[in-house]
């Protein structure tokens, strides 16, 4: 009977399902059947997992003697080598039983004699050969850029334009930048390569930059006067610590020993007990639209190459110029009590402290022994540069109007902190003679800028107790080793010609030279090119804190107002490791050193004269110390109390 065509799908499908049954039936079956085969195979064997090989072997022991040995006859006499290798093909050779005789015992040959077997071992003295490890040129470019833009607004009212603040803001900058004792330094090492440009920043050193904008106060030293301890323009005895000068707000909290009090245990409290109490929110009202840190911060350590005794075939150059600029406006606007005041330090600290080369009183020779001399050469330049430039430019503009009703608020539109940091060391080698066939030259160029905008308009609140702003320029520049100068001898001069393959006569002159006698070792540099050493860090930063305060309701006069307590630090040091030296150079030597302080502050009439730190008015020496702007020749005379009181000269050049 013919299905229909679902009945055929169905009895296909059940015939499938029975074919593939079935071949599951069968393979199960095939592979039992295979595991019975191979157990019964396997249980003839011991132990199938482990195989035996019998070997039946034997050895007739008379076929099989030990292999003869006869000792060689000894050497009586051993010829000397025809050639010594070595450093020095002059060395001293001994040779004989008289040298080290080695006796080994006595031994009975095949004949029956007995012979006693002696070595003569030839002993070749050589000059030490010194392996040091050459430094090569070293050049870092650093370059750290903060930028921050902090603007915020609550509620609406008649605020300033936050545009035109910071258009004001970048005229301001401008202004400070112009107030640089010398041009902006370049970071091309081709600059500083050519004497030409170094001559050029001679100049400008000797004719120093004096803009003429009303109200700036400018402290400027040369050479010696310039060095020790100067702040504000002043010569003090301790200089000024940044953290002791830091607004309160600031300050680092003190750990307290005080017992923390007993709680209960967290199982102990129902679920929504769980709420941890910050200690900003505490009961209260407190608005923050200050509280900004701002660090620029370098620190520079150089000791790549230095040695008691230079030689210079070309000029000595050393300078050295600190230029450090503060432009402050602080005027607030509301009631009494809203006028914040700023701090504005600038420090240097220049010093060089002697250190004679500790290796001198054990580097002594025998008597009658000649230097051994140890030379590196360098074919071209030896360039040891570090150029840094740190930039903040941040702006913390807040608009805020509120009402301030609840029963505890706080508003943080400030408290920011930015920091750039630079930690660069760099050590070399010391040696006892450094020759240069070119020129000497260091250059050390410190640029720090500082522009505070804190100008607020508060209405309503309680002004905070820790409404101060600080700003701080800070060098400190030290010098281990003393640098003294001195005609450079004819000896001495012969050599500065002298190239690589010349090493033979170098090396002559060197051992028969008086400056090294009774010396055991002369380590010594040779450069063929210039001799390099420039350090260059540029500081700028920049912080616009204008801030509109508003605040109304029944609990706007509890409120606590922080609209300044600003701290901004520009702090460069440059620390060069050394011993003292002698030079003596061809061409002569030339040195210079520039210190510039200038500063423009806009701050109330009424207060202007209270804006020196007390902090740092009682470091500055009474007398008139040396060094001082009164007797600098071609500065700005000002007497201490002239140079502490400023006027409106920024807000009036540049409302």
């Known amino acids: 009977m013919a299905l229909d065509s679902i009945s055929e799908q169905i009895a296909h499908f059940v015939g499938a399902f029975e074919l593939t049954t079935e071949q599951a039936r069968l393979r199960d079956q095939y592979q039992e059947f295979t595991a019975m085969r191979k157990k019964a195979e396997l249980e003839e064997l011991e132990d199938p997992t482990q195989i035996r090989v019998k070997a039946d072997l034997k050895l007739d022991p008379g076929e099989y003697d030990p292999t003869p040995y006869k000792f060689a006859s000894p050497v009586v006499n051993i010829p000397a080598p025809s050639e010594v290798f070595g450093p020095n093909s002059e060395a001293s050779t001994f040779t004989g039983p008289g040298a080290s005789p080695v006796s080994y015992g006595s031994e009975t040959l095949a004949d029956g004699n007995a012979a006693t077997t002696t070595q003569t071992t030839t002993i070749i003295y050589l000059d030490p050969e010194f392996v040091t490890e050459l430094a090569g040129s070293?050049?870092?470019?650093?370059?750290?850029?903060?930028?921050?833009n902090d603007n915020d607004t609550i509620g609406q009212g008649d605020f300033r334009d936050a545009d035109?603040?910071?258009?004001?803001?970048?005229?301001?900058?401008?202004?400070?930048?112009?107030?640089?004792?010398?041009?902006?330094?370049?970071?091309n090492i081709s600059d500083y390569l050519?004497?030409?440009?170094?001559?050029?920043?001679?100049?400008?050193?000797?004719?120093?930059?004096?803009?003429?904008?009303?109200?700036?106060?400018?402290?400027?030293?040369?050479?010696?006067?310039?060095?020790?301890?100067?702040?504000?323009?002043?010569?003090?005895?301790?200089?000024?610590?940044?953290s002791d000068l830091l607004p309160k707000?600031?300050?680092?909290?003190?750990?307290?020993?005080?017992?923390?009090?007993?709680v209960l245990p967290a199982k102990a409290l129902p679920a929504e007990w769980d709420q941890d109490k910050d200690s900003e929110f505490e009961d209260g009202h407190t608005v923050t639209t200050g509280g900004n840190l701002a660090i620029n911060e370098v620190a520079v350590t150089v000791g790549w190459v230095d040695a008691p005794n230079i030689v210079v075939g070309g000029q000595a150059v050393n300078l050295t110029v600190i230029s450090q600029v503060a432009v402050v406006s602080d005027i607030d606007e509301g009631d009494d009590g809203v006028q914040s005041d700023t701090n504005v330090v600038q420090s240097s600290q220049i010093g060089v402290e002697a250190r004679e080369a500790p290796w001198l009183d054990v580097?002594?020779?025998?008597?009658?022994?000649?230097?051994?001399?140890?030379?590196?050469?360098?074919?071209?330049?030896?360039?040891?540069?570090?150029?840094?430039?740190?930039?903040i430019n941040a702006t913390d503009i807040d608009h805020i109007e509120t009402e301030i009703s609840a029963s505890s608020s706080m508003y943080a539109l400030g408290d920011n902190v930015m920091a750039n940091v630079t930690n660069i060391l760099q050590l070399g080698s010391f040696y006892d003679l450094i020759i240069i066939g070119g020129n000497m030259i260091s250059v050390d160029i410190v640029s720090q800028t500082i522009v505070?905008?804190?100008?607020?308009?508060?209405?309503?609140?309680?002004?905070?107790?820790?409404?101060?702003?600080?700003?701080?320029?800070?060098?400190?520049?030290n010098q281990t080793g003393e640098d003294t100068h001195e005609e450079l001898s004819d000896d001495l001069a012969d050599v500065l010609p002298l190239q690589e393959v010349d090493a033979d006569a170098l090396e002559d002159a060197l051992m028969n030279d008086p400056?090294?006698?009774?010396?055991?070792?002369?380590?010594?540099?040779?450069?063929?090119?210039?001799?390099?050493?420039?350090?260059?860090?540029?500081?700028?930063?920049?912080?616009?804190d204008q801030d509109d305060i508003s605040l109304t309701g029944l609990n706007a006069d509890e409120a606590s107002v922080l609209g300044a307590g600003n701290a901004v630090l520009n702090t460069a040091s440059i620390n060069k490791a050394g011993i003292d030296s002698v030079v003596m150079a061809q061409e002569g030597e030339y040195s210079d050193l520039l210190l510039h302080q200038a500063s423009l502050i806009d701050v109330p009439e009424e207060d202007?004269?209270?804006?020196?730190?007390?902090?740092?008015?009682?470091?500055?020496?009474e007398t008139d110390a040396t060094g001082s702007t009164e007797n600098t020749s071609g500065h700005v005379n000002l007497t201490p109390s002239e140079t502490v009181s400023v006027d409106d000269g920024l807000h009036s050049m540049l409302a």
């Open 515 to 544: 400056m090294f006698a009774g010396t055991e070792l002369v380590r010594v540099l040779k450069i063929e090119g210039d001799l390099l050493q420039v350090n260059i860090i540029e500081q700028t930063t920049i912080l616009q």
């Open 138 to 148: 070293a050049v870092t470019y650093t370059f750290q850029t903060i930028e921050l």
């Open 249 to 262: 707000n600031l300050q680092p909290e003190e750990d307290t020993d005080d017992e923390t009090p007993e």
């Open 164 to 187: 035109a603040l910071m258009a004001h803001g970048e005229e301001v900058q401008d202004t400070a930048l112009s107030l640089h004792a010398v041009s902006a330094p370049s970071i």
């Open 452 to 477: 505070l905008l804190d100008d607020d308009v508060i209405t309503g609140g309680l002004p905070s107790e820790d409404n101060d702003n600080l700003v701080m320029n800070q060098v400190m520049l």
């Open 194 to 242: 050519s004497i030409e440009k170094i001559e050029a920043i001679a100049e400008e050193m000797q004719s120093p930059v004096n803009a003429e904008v009303e109200g700036a106060t400018v402290h400027q030293f040369h050479g010696e006067d310039a060095t020790g301890m100067i702040v504000n323009g002043e010569q003090v005895d301790e200089m000024p610590e940044w």
């Open 363 to 391: 580097n002594v020779a025998e008597p009658g022994q000649d230097p051994l001399v140890a030379i590196d050469w360098i074919e071209g330049d030896l360039v040891v540069t570090n150029f840094v430039d740190q930039v």
């Open 608 to 621: 202007s004269v209270e804006i020196a730190n007390e902090a740092i008015a009682f470091l500055m020496e």
